[in-house]
């Protein structure tokens, strides 16, 4: 009789073999491909913990600069406030004293132009009546301070800063949101973003009698945030 295999279990040793070199391939690769799955999350897991450390870190740093800038604005503001031509000025416009009130103005304005000039981002600063009227102002444009004479000076009581502003106390200070500059009523071209700090004038009983504030070009508190 002739058989076509004749040895059938010949070809059961090959599968056997073949199923268990792929049980050992299984075993190998498997725990590798996890374990190699595990690596790559931890490793950007970490990544991502450091970077947002770094950036944390950065914000901190950034924001403590910002502060430390405000705070010694603030300290700026406050001296000029209670400098003594602020109130020899005061004095000489409850006398009428014409005089003395110009050059009380003069040297107020004197002062500004000198704080101006050190502060980069100081845009104007501006000493304004009880009833909104600028009384004495410097600008600075590209570098240059400005002391801005008595036809130029402008009413500001309908603007909100001002209103805002006479509601605190001397001593007390006003921080404005940033928005666009105004001159004369209308947006100033080219616009000009600006953060107001502003302080009462006064003796702290009745009626205050003034308002000193200061115009931030908003541009520095932009880049910081950009730069964060």
Do not use: C, W
Request: hydrophobic residues 40%; aromatic residues 8%.
């Amino acid at each position: 009789m002739t058989a076509d295999n004749p040895n059938p279990s010949a070809g059961q040793p090959r599968g056997l073999a073949r199923r268990i070199y792929t049980a050992f391939l299984l075993v190998a690769v498997i725990p590798t491909a996890i374990a190699g799955i595990i690596g790559i999350y931890v490793s950007l897991h970490t990544l991502r913990t450091e970077t947002l450390g770094h950036l944390q870190q950065e914000v901190v740093v950034r924001a403590q600069g910002v502060s430390r800038f405000f705070d010694q604005l603030s300290a700026e503001l406050l001296y000029l406030a209670a400098a003594p031509a602020v109130e020899e000025l005061r004095m000489a416009t409850q006398k009428g004293d014409l005089h003395r009130v110009r050059a009380a103005t003069a040297r107020l304005e004197n002062d500004y132009a000198t704080l101006a000039s050190t502060y980069p981002y100081i845009y104007q600063i501006r000493y304004l009546s009880a009833e909104g009227q600028e009384l004495a102002r410097v600008d600075k444009k590209d570098g240059k301070v400005d002391i801005i004479p008595r036809h130029r000076l402008q009413d500001k009581s309908d603007r909100y800063y001002f209103v805002d502003s006479m509601k605190r106390r001397p001593g007390e200070l006003y921080v404005s949101p940033l928005d666009l500059n105004v001159e004369f009523g209308r947006i100033e071209k080219p616009e000009r973003p600006v953060i107001r700090v502003a302080t009462p004038i006064g003796t702290g009983s009745g009626r205050n009698e003034g308002l000193l504030i200061i115009n931030l070009y908003a541009d520095f508190l932009l880049d910081q945030i950009q730069q964060m």
